[in-house]
């Protein structure tokens, strides 16, 4: 089992070893941006990926109800109602990467804003929903959903460009295997919780607690070094939601395992609470 107690303060590099550091941490946030960068376009092209992918997909669909977000019936989706009588589901999927959970939950939603440090990876998520913006057959999907580039995880105000409506009283805040490369997950809870509208839901899919590997891998280093929690447990994510003023706390395993570059063995969770 994971021999760490992780500080939340502290991010750990790829010997173990951690330094100070906060959520406006520069060197930590370009060490992110850069590999995240550099994986954008072939985030699910391997075989472990996908397995992944498919095997996160899955767990969300299986627990939609759970979530406690009362999303649009996709069934109902091409039915025409009156536009300005339509339900409005608003998501911002933070740290959105490609859109993984954009993906999942589809046309559950009627908004999604993604936001991600890397530019590349915003670029993924826009060609990947943004047809309209693209060519025809570029984008896999017709969603009203689109990223852009930024960080709102600051100990300052978060920048002028995400003041507007358009970023605020979301009824999903959703952080999808992001939440360990927050190195202050106090402050990136509190900053997301305040995006969210009076009774929406905020919601991570991350890993149990777990040890990290002797990873001698370069590709496993280079990743290991944009981690700053190897993982959380039910306690300290109850304790971190609370003080963010969430309540209903709940979390629901999946069961089964990944495996990260098909070595990394982790159990991903599911956690929500619902702000007041
Ligand atoms: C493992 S990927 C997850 C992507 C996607 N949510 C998914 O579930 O597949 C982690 C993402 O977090 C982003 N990220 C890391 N730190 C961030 C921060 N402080 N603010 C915004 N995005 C961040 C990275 O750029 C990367 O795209």
Aim: hydrophobic letters at 35%; one cysteine or more.
């Amino acid at each position: 089992m994971a021999g760490h107690s992780n500080h939340p303060d502290k991010h750990h590099g790829a010997h173990g070893m951690h330094h100070g550091g906060h959520q406006d941490d520069a060197a930590f946030l370009e060490t992110n941006r850069n590999h995240w960068n550099k994986f954008a376009a072939s985030y699910s092209s391997e075989p472990w990926q996908k397995d992944m992918l498919n095997k996160v997909n899955a767990f969300i669909y299986a627990n939609i109800k759970w979530i406690g977000v009362d999303f649009v019936d996709p069934s109902t989706t091409f039915e025409v109602t009156d536009p300005g009588q339509a339900k409005k589901v608003r998501v911002l999927d933070y740290a959105c990467g490609p859109g993984t959970i954009t993906h999942a939950l589809s046309s559950r939603a009627t908004e999604y804003v993604g936001i991600d440090l890397s530019e590349n990876m915003v670029q993924a998520y826009n060609l990947r929903f943004n047809s309209a913006t693209t060519d025809a057959n570029s984008g896999d999907e017709f969603l009203n959903a689109h990223a852009e580039v930024g960080n709102l995880l600051t100990t300052e105000e978060p920048p002028e460009t995400f003041s507007g409506a358009k970023y605020h009283d979301f009824d999903l805040v959703v952080v999808g295997l992001g939440f360990h490369h927050f190195s202050d997950v106090r402050l990136a809870t509190k900053r997301l919780v305040e995006r969210l509208r009076p009774g929406g839901v905020f919601l991570i899919l991350d890993f149990v607690t777990h040890a990290m590997e002797a990873e001698e891998h370069p590709e496993l280093k280079a990743t290991a070094n944009t981690v700053a929690h190897h993982g959380f447990s039910e306690q300290e994510l109850k304790e971190i939601f609370a003080g963010a003023g969430l309540r209903g706390f709940a979390i629901v395993r999946m069961g089964d395992e990944v495996y990260i570059r098909g070595k990394s063995k982790r159990q991903p969770f599911m956690a929500r609470g619902s702000k007041i």
